[in-house]
């Protein structure tokens, strides 16, 4: 990758992940919008999932430590946080993906993976909680909880979808990529 776009798409993922400290609604999150424009913009596809995994990583430390005060290192050990980094992991894949990046393609894989991001999260909370029966019915409790916060995902991957694309692409009209 030539070294303007590689410096030009790692400052649109920073600035991406240090919204996270920007009060925002619960769900409203610029994660896996930034796996998907790092899978379609990084040549060279280990980078693409290193910088993902780096960005959900140290944005987590800083808003865990920053915003709730939480320093217990356990959270990346749960099985919860793995699954969700799991999902970025798949994002970043669909991001290598993609043949051309239109409008529709970028909208339509925002889509996608805010439901797939819903029901892993959802279904990943459930075995082991005792706030669900374990029965397949307790599933379906947990997708049911899930449902408000379904409408935030995909707004904010719609949203931060649009900016990391279309950010990237003016301003790679403005600057020589080369």
């Given at each position: 990758?030539?070294?303007?776009?590689?410096?030009?798409?790692?400052?649109?993922?920073?600035?991406?992940?240090?919204?996270?400290?920007?009060?925002?609604?619960?769900n409203?999150?610029?994660?896996?919008?930034?796996?998907?424009?790092?899978?379609?913009?990084?040549?060279?596809?280990?980078?693409?999932?290193?910088?993902?995994?780096?960005?959900?990583?140290?944005?987590?430390?800083?808003?865990?430590?920053?915003?709730?005060?939480?320093?217990?290192?356990?959270?990346?050990?749960?099985?919860?946080?793995?699954?969700?980094?799991?999902?970025?992991?798949?994002?970043?894949?669909?991001?290598?993906?993609?043949?051309?990046?239109?409008?529709?393609?970028?909208?339509?894989r925002?889509l996608?993976?805010?439901?797939?991001?819903?029901?892993?999260?959802?279904?990943?909370?459930?075995?082991?909680?005792?706030?669900?029966?374990?029965?397949?019915?307790?599933?379906?409790?947990?997708?049911?909880?899930?449902?408000?916060?379904?409408?935030?995902?995909?707004?904010?991957?719609?949203?931060?979808?649009?900016?990391?694309?279309?950010?990237?692409?003016?301003?790679?009209?403005?600057?020589?990529?080369?």
């Open positions: 990758m030539q070294k303007n776009k590689a410096f030009l798409v790692v400052s649109i993922i920073c600035i991406a992940a240090l919204s996270r400290l920007i009060p925002h609604p619960n409203f999150a610029p994660l896996a919008a930034i796996a998907l424009f790092a899978g379609a913009q990084f040549g060279n596809k280990n980078l693409a999932f290193l910088i993902t995994i780096l960005a959900a990583f140290l944005s987590d430390i800083l808003v865990n430590a920053v915003l709730y005060n939480y320093t217990d290192a356990s959270y990346f050990l749960s099985f919860g946080t793995i699954s969700i980094y799991a999902c970025y992991l798949l994002f970043t894949f669909m991001g290598q993906k993609m043949q051309s990046i239109t409008v529709g393609s970028v909208v339509s925002s996608i993976i805010s439901i797939i991001f819903f029901l892993v999260t959802n279904i990943m909370s459930w075995p082991g909680n005792p706030m669900y029966s374990q029965s397949i019915f307790g599933m379906f409790e947990s997708l049911a909880a899930g449902i408000p916060f379904l409408g935030n995902t995909i707004v904010g991957d719609l949203f931060y979808n649009a900016l990391l694309f279309g950010s990237f692409h003016f301003a790679s009209k403005k600057v020589s990529i080369a």
